[in-house]
């Protein structure tokens, strides 16, 4: 057409811009949360009952189990009920930021709501992935720690900064395995019309992370150390803190996370590639 002519291009924008519109996001998530709990807060006491009733249930297992035995595959009672504690941690933190996000993404994809996400000016897999946010869940956490702190006093732990800080890459490392596991999972939901079942079944893998990996043997110690990374998010953080760990195990997990992150990241473009508004 005469007369007409192209817009410029736009300024590609700076990577530390584009972190900071994201913290500024993510801190409205978290304001947005307070106001919801707030608004439901009888809600918020009985999610706290309900994580205190599972610990104690956990704790209860376990104080059977070495009811008649000192130690099971090198591991004591206090040892094991301090990996119950960083268990509960782990959890608790999925429940806070992961949990309540990866179960709705099926629901914004066949209701059609995944169209507002996918115009926002931020990442689609940030939104969807950190939009919603379970406070109760850190009063969870902190009863973890608390255990875990017990526990490990009982077990005669010497606490070091080296120590916590090795345990707590252990553990980041762990969370972002389960994740890109579990984020690739409910990608699915773009071809799939129900991935509740798959759900069910992260659930049930994960719960074998309140148990050593060493309690395994064969192929399901590697499959949950790998393959479901359970071992990351608690047997090797317990290691760390008792001194035991693998060191050379750290370098392989954060490579692995770092390659889960890129691999979720690139599935998920694929599937927003193939999107069909459920509007359309």
Request: with cysteine.
């Amino acid at each position: 057409m005469a007369g007409w002519e192209s817009p410029a291009p736009q300024p590609r924008e700076s990577l530390a811009r584009q972190v900071v519109r994201h913290l500024r996001v993510w801190r409205q998530f978290v304001v947005m949360a307070f106001v919801r709990e707030a608004e439901y807060r009888v809600n918020f006491f009985v999610n706290v009952f309900d994580g205190v009733a599972q610990l104690a249930l956990a704790v209860a297992t376990f104080l059977l189990i070495y009811q008649y035995t000192d130690e099971i595959a090198g591991w004591s009672r206090a040892e094991a009920l301090m990996l119950v504690g960083i268990y509960r941690t782990v959890a608790g933190l999925i429940g806070l930021l992961i949990e309540a996000n990866m179960m709705a993404i099926p629901g914004y994809i066949r209701e059609g709501e995944m169209d507002f996400h996918l115009l926002r000016p931020v990442s689609s897999q940030f939104l969807v992935s950190l939009r919603r946010l379970r406070l109760d869940e850190a009063v969870n956490m902190a009863i973890g720690l608390g255990l875990a702190i017990y526990a490990g006093n009982q077990a005669g732990v010497r606490w070091s900064a080296l120590g916590v800080l090795e345990a707590a890459a252990f553990m980041l490392c762990g969370v972002v395995l389960l994740y890109a596991l579990w984020f690739a999972t409910v990608t699915l939901s773009f071809w799939l019309v129900q991935v509740d079942t798959l759900d069910q079944l992260f659930f049930g893998l994960f719960e074998t992370a309140r148990y050593p990996v060493t309690f395994f043997k064969g192929a399901v110690r590697a499959l949950l150390t790998f393959a479901v990374p359970v071992a990351f998010a608690t047997t090797f953080p317990t290691q760390a803190l008792l001194g035991q760990a693998d060191r050379r195990l750290l370098p392989v997990g954060l490579g692995l996370a770092a390659l889960g992150l890129l691999g979720t990241r690139a599935f998920w473009n694929h599937a927003v590639r193939h999107y069909g508004s459920a509007s359309s």
